[in-house]
Each structure stands twice: as C-alpha cells, then as structure tokens.
C-alpha cells in the first residue's frame, strides 16, 4: 500500500503543478479520514519545507448549500498558509489551478490562542477582527469529485483567499446579507447565518477539530468560518465582487 507520506506526495504535487488526479479512494477504498487528516499535515509540510508559512485554518462544508454541492455531509477543516494569500482587488491567474472556485466567507484573526473546547464568548474574546472574505477552492480531484477522505487528504480544496477590510471584532456578524456577483450580474445570495446558524460557531468547531490533530488556534492565525452558498466556478475575464452587509467588500479580477 502507498504510504502516507507517498499520498502527501501525490496531492501536493497535483496542487503545485495545478494538475487533476483521480481520487485517492478509487484505489485505496479503506482510507479512513484520520489518516486523510495525516496526508493533509504531511502536504502542508512539504509547502513548509517549499517556504510558505503558516497563516491559518479553514472550515469546509459548514452550510447546507456547500454540503449539498459537493454531496458531503461532515464539516471539514484544512490548513492555511501565507502563499495563498491573494492580494485584495487583484488578479487571479486562472492558469495556477485545476478549475477554481469562488465561494464568500468570513474571516477572523485571532489575538489569543484557541484549544479544544471553547464556548462562543470565549471565541468571541480570542478575536483581534473580523473581515468579509472569499475562499478560492481547487479540488484537484477530476471533475471536482470526492469522498470525504479524498477532500481531506486535499487540505479540503484550500488553494487561495481574499481577505477585505477588517472590521471590530464586536461587529455582530451573525446575519448579514450577501451578493456575489460576475461582472455585475448576481450568482449567489446568502446569509451568513448559512455558516453553521453564527460563524462564530465555525470558530469553535474549528478550535475543537484542529485539537484532535494535536494543534491550536494561535495569535495571528486566520481562520475562514466556510462557505455561506454554493461556490462559483471562474473563468478568465470575470470580474468577482461579493458584497457583504456592514463588513464592506472583496474584488478581483481573474487573467489567464
Ligand atoms: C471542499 C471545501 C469546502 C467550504 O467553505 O465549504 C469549503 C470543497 O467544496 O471543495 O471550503
Ligand atoms: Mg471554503
């Protein structure tokens, strides 16, 4: 059997060179998603060993429109890091990915560290800010198909993210309206009381999950709560605006 390690291999470098492979699970049906966790961190580790830096964590599959989008039906994490970090109103170089897509989010960044069991105050007193966001997810799985493992073991489709103006960490976020839209015409409306009722809990659940992996939520880590609607796929030419009720909005266009 393929090692962990060989699997870490395996979708890192389809990440690196933007290139699909077929899931994991069609030849390996009994990977579970502990070890699906285990090809995560070691795929991370090679981009650390590449020199990007740790920036973070997201939450995956917290509403029931991204559930349904991808058929399934658990919240997921992933690991963030700085390289993935685009410039707000900038350019997106379709060209860097399998078949990216846009889905709007939201954004804290920590001031205090976040371990295991927290309550939502506790979440709320760790914040530094909040900000309006868009995840850019690639699965590099083909056709943008998995099971859970397979997602997993992809750093659950993390490839890039927008980050707008930060905004209070008191901002009352719970729910705020959301338009997405190409080129002035609408593609998503939401809430972002999608995110599992309160994003704020997708912070919890995120300091709980990343706990079982041995990890904590530290000071200066960015955290995306997940996706409020269904994802966007991008072509080159679109120009991306997601307007976020109070919290402001994200721009970018992409290139080729
Ligand atoms: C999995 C990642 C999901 C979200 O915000 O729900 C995610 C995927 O849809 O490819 O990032
Ligand atoms: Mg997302």
């Known amino acids: 059997m393929t090692s962990l390690a060989g699997l870490a291999q395996i979708v890192d470098e389809a990440a690196r060179t933007a290139t699909a492979i077929p899931q994991l699970t069609d030849t390996l049906p009994g990977l579970t998603v502990d070890d699906a966790y285990a090809v995560q961190a070691l795929s991370v580790a090679r981009r650390r060993a590449r020199g990007e830096r740790r920036a973070g964590f997201k939450m995956g599959l917290p509403s029931r429109a991204k559930m349904a989008q991808v058929g399934v039906s658990e919240v997921i994490w992933g690991r963030l890091t700085d390289a993935m970090r685009l410039g707000e109103g900038g350019e997106l170089h379709r060209s860097r990915y399998v078949h990216p897509r846009v889905e709007p989010e939201v954004a804290y960044i920590l001031k205090k560290p976040l371990e295991g069991e927290v309550s939502a105050a506790e979440a709320l007193a760790a914040l530094e800010a909040v900000a309006p966001a868009v995840e850019i997810i690639d699965s590099r799985y083909r056709d943008f198909k998995f099971a859970l493992p397979d997602v997993v073991a992809d750093n659950s489709s993390s490839s890039g993210f927008f980050v707008g103006p930060w905004a209070c960490p008191s901002t009352d976020v719970a729910n705020l ?27 919890v659940a ?3 999950l990343v706990a079982r992996a041995g990890e904590r939520l530290e000071p200066g880590d960015v955290v995306l709560a997940g996706g409020a609607t ?17 919290l402001g909005r994200v721009a970018f266009s992409v290139v080729a």
């Open 230 to 246: 269904a994802a966007h796929p991008l072509a080159p030419g679109m120009h991306v605006q997601t307007t976020f009720q109070r």
């Open 177 to 203: 309206g959301i338009l997405m839209e190409v080129d002035g015409r609408p593609v998503q409306i939401g809430s972002t009381a999608a995110i599992l009722g309160d994003p704020i809990r997708s912070l």
């Open 206 to 208: 995120a300091a709980r």
